[in-house]
């Protein structure tokens, strides 16, 4: 079945670049989403990417998806304190409107 | 900038009660979502709700799980006959398009079973 793994922590100096990866299975999926949850908060979609795109760049983020490896990651450069939260990786397969989501990873800033 | 809401942001309820959770989408929003998460666990999809039907569920909503939207502004997540292992963050979500391009959640309901 659909399945979407990443590592449950990351610590990252202040300053410097995090690179949170996540790999799925399904090759049918469409879209590949990287979400941002603070403590206390909702979901908030960070960006996504179309399954026939290798990368996409907004501001400090960067997502790199290498299909053949259903590889995907989000690099956060110039890491502030305020990128504290859980990242989920999340896809959604061709034929559902449904979101697979992995368990989320932990961004821990250190000074 | 429009937004989710979601009501209560925690409830503790009996195991056998009734609850409901209530859900604000943004307002030109056609597709609904609910979505939870149990503790140290994956966000899991629940239902999808277009037109005033569900679209697709999952394995996890049952009978006991029912979905409704009563008045066009409120969609709400009625669990009849609650559980221990029903304790989770239930997420609601809305988009226009039903391919979740931009599916917007609220900051979630968690409901614990005491």
């Known amino acids: 079945g659909e399945d979407v793994e990443q590592s449950l922590f990351l610590s990252v100096r202040e300053g410097d670049s995090s690179v949170i990866n996540c790999t799925y299975t399904d090759s049918s999926s469409t879209y590949l989403y990287w979400y941002k949850q603070e403590p206390g908060a909702g979901l908030q979609l960070l960006t996504y990417i179309f399954s026939n795109m290798d990368m996409k760049q907004d501001q400090r983020l960067t997502v790199l998806l290498n299909k053949k490896d259903k590889h995907l990651s989000l690099r956060i450069a110039d890491t502030q304190t305020g990128d504290s939260a859980i990242y989920f990786c999340?896809?959604?397969?061709?034929?559902?409107?449904?979101?697979?989501f992995g368990k989320g990873t932990r961004l821990h800033i250190l000074p | 900038e429009p937004e989710v809401t979601q009501t209560p942001s925690h409830q503790v309820t009996q195991m056998g009660q009734e609850v409901i959770l209530r859900c604000v989408p943004i307002s030109n929003h056609l597709y609904f979502y609910w979505y939870r998460q149990i503790l140290g666990q994956k966000v899991e999809f629940l239902v999808s709700?277009?037109?005033?039907?569900?679209?697709?569920k999952s394995e996890i909503f049952d009978d006991q799980f029912s979905v409704e939207r009563p008045d066009g502004s409120n969609f709400t997540l009625k669990i009849r006959s609650t559980k221990l292992e029903d304790s989770a963050m239930y997420f609601c979500?809305?988009?226009?398009?039903?391919?979740?391009?931009?599916?917007?959640f609220g900051q979630g309901t968690r409901l614990t079973v005491v």
């Open positions: 709700f277009y037109n005033n039907e569900i679209s697709e």
């Open positions: 999340a896809e959604t397969p061709n034929r559902d409107d449904k979101i697979i």
């Open positions: 979500a809305s988009s226009e398009l039903g391919q979740n391009t931009e599916a917007f």
